[in-house]
């Protein structure tokens, strides 16, 4: 048996390796890391993506697919439940890095199947949601900064000390629930003050980025 992170970076701030590091400190002792770069998350189907066709191929029953959030494994609410069924029919285990959730399709027993179809089901709707969250902030973002440069204002204003990826994992964070300003600082290595702005200013937030071309 293997344990195999899959990794999915749409930017260049982003890096597997970081993703791989998360694993380790999660406890995750991986065998192979299998990552598609430049990718994105919200436009390209699991399926489409050329290393994700390989894990199809890699894993084995018994095997352990291990990814930092479901959204990792599809683009949207049906990517993603299907994604996740493939796999459990092969006879693989998936398991998050966040909360450390574990999706097991050898269980017969019919409440631990409903308890479990359900999480999968309120996951990957909670992913999509936040993708299209996201999405939304993006338009803004750009769209903001495009009618601050048509009016002629060229500043940009302090560079902001987030990334796009940093920047996306709060979202990501913040839309699971679960974990307080304080903690998401501390796994993102931003200031509280930065998280918050996130949370309650998105729209600027990712206007900032736009800005100056992240």
Same mark, same amino acid.
């Given at each position: 048996?293997?344990?195999?992170?899959?990794?999915?970076?749409?930017?260049?701030?982003?890096?597997?390796?970081?993703?791989?590091?998360?694993?380790?400190?999660? !406890?995750?002792?991986?065998?192979?890391?299998?990552?598609?770069?430049?990718?994105? !998350?919200?436009?390209?189907?699991?399926?489409?993506?050329?290393?994700? *066709?390989?894990? #199809?191929?890699?894993?084995?029953?018994?095997?352990?697919?291990?990814?930092?959030?479901?959204?990792?494994? !599809?683009?949207?609410?049906?990517?993603? &439940?299907?994604?996740? %069924?493939?796999?459990?029919?092969? !006879?693989?285990?998936?398991?998050?890095?966040?909360?450390? #959730?574990?999706?097991?399709?050898? &269980?017969?027993?019919?409440?631990?199947?409903?308890? *479990?179809?359900?999480?999968?089901? #309120?996951?990957?709707?909670?992913?999509?949601?936040?993708?299209?969250?996201?999405?939304?902030?993006? %338009?803004?973002?750009?769209?903001?900064?495009?009618?601050?440069?048509?009016?002629?204002?060229?500043?940009?204003?302090?560079?902001?000390?987030?990334?796009?990826? &940093?920047?996306?994992?709060?979202?990501?964070?913040?839309?699971?629930?679960?974990?307080?300003?304080?903690?998401?600082?501390?796994?993102?290595?931003?200031? %509280?003050?930065?998280?918050?702005?996130?949370?309650?200013?998105?729209?600027?937030?990712?206007?900032?980025?736009?800005?100056?071309?992240?």
């Amino acid at each position: 048996m293997q344990t195999v992170l899959y990794a999915r970076v749409s930017t260049a701030d982003q890096t597997s390796a970081h993703q791989a590091s998360q694993a380790e400190s999660a !406890g995750f002792d991986v065998d192979l890391v299998i990552a598609d770069e430049g990718v994105s !998350g919200v436009a390209v189907p699991f399926a489409d993506r050329p290393q994700a *066709r390989r894990l #199809f191929d890699i894993l084995r029953p018994g095997d352990v697919l291990v990814v930092r959030w479901v959204d990792r494994l !599809g683009r949207d609410y049906d990517d993603v &439940t299907e994604t996740i %069924r493939a796999f459990m029919a092969r !006879g693989v285990v998936i398991k998050t890095i966040i909360n450390n #959730f574990t999706f097991d399709g050898a &269980t017969d027993d019919p409440v631990q199947k409903a308890v *479990r179809d359900s999480l999968i089901a #309120f996951m990957a709707a909670t992913a999509q949601a936040q993708a299209e969250a996201t999405k939304a902030a993006q %338009r803004a973002g750009i769209a903001h900064a495009r009618a601050s440069s048509e009016a002629g204002r060229k500043y940009r204003g302090k560079k902001p000390s987030y990334s796009r990826e &940093t920047f996306e994992a709060v979202q990501g964070m913040l839309g699971q629930g679960g974990m307080t300003v304080s903690a998401i600082a501390r796994e993102v290595g931003l200031s %509280r003050q930065a998280v918050l702005r996130i949370r309650e200013e998105p729209e600027a937030a990712e206007a900032a980025l736009a800005r100056w071309g992240v």
